[in-house]
């Protein structure tokens, strides 16, 4: 998790082991998936092995806005950068292929989660829920039961659970929606998060804007 300070600093983070690393690319080659990995300083790097890995990283670049560096071995890149913060695989379907690493990879060495045109290997330590969790308690001093929090994807749903009110954007998937205390009227494409504040602001009576008395809504 990083501040919003500038320059930004990270307030806590965990790679994947080397090991895990390893296990991850080993899978990801073996399923003749595209990999990426990121790394806590520096680019992130892929090597795609053919025209349609190539065509899913394209995909997956214009979906985050991130452009990742080409390289021929990802395995050396490992030995020269440490291990990742995480591994993406650009798959055909997330929910499928998440499904497959699961149960092919030890959960006490990588957690893995489906996403909208990929998934996502990180540490066991690492959840949106526990990086919520630290920032409030260790970094805010924010109860949990006062935070809202919106989410749309299987990654979400720790987080969802954990705060005092988690929504479901409309666009959401159905086990996030299920999830959740409720579901927001809008998608992440028409400002949901914003327009659910701006309503927040409304309701208490606060200017859009406006200072939050002692931090807090």
Do not use: Y
Not at 107 to 115: C, K, S, T
Not at 149 to 154: C, K, L, R
């Amino acid at each position: 998790m990083m501040s919003r300070q500038e320059p930004p600093r990270a307030l806590f983070a965990a790679a994947l082991s080397a090991p895990a690393a390893r296990a991850v690319l080993a899978f990801c080659r073996d399923a003749g998936w595209c990999a990426s990995c990121c790394f806590a300083s520096g680019p992130s790097m892929a090597s795609p092995a053919d025209a349609e890995q190539e065509r899913r990283l394209r995909e997956f670049e214009e979906l985050e806005g991130t452009v990742q560096q080409r390289v021929a071995d990802l395995g050396e890149a490992l030995a020269g950068g440490g291990p990742p913060l995480k591994v993406v695989a650009m798959v055909p379907d997330p929910e499928a292929a998440a499904a497959a690493a699961r149960a092919a990879l030890p959960a006490e060495l990588v957690h893995i989660i489906a996403a909208e045109v990929h998934i996502e290997f990180i540490s066991p330590e690492v959840s949106k829920g526990q990086a919520v969790a630290r920032l409030c308690g260790d970094v805010l001093g924010i109860p949990l039961a006062e935070v809202l929090a919106f989410g749309d994807n299987s990654n979400d749903l720790e987080m969802l659970r954990l705060v005092g009110e988690g929504v479901a954007m409309a666009n959401a998937k159905e086990a996030v929606k299920s999830a959740a205390d409720r579901v927001c009227a809008w998608t992440n494409d028409e400002e949901g998060v914003a327009r659910e504040l701006e309503a927040l602001d409304a309701l208490v009576g606060r200017a859009p804007g406006a200072p939050v008395p002692g931090g807090r809504l």
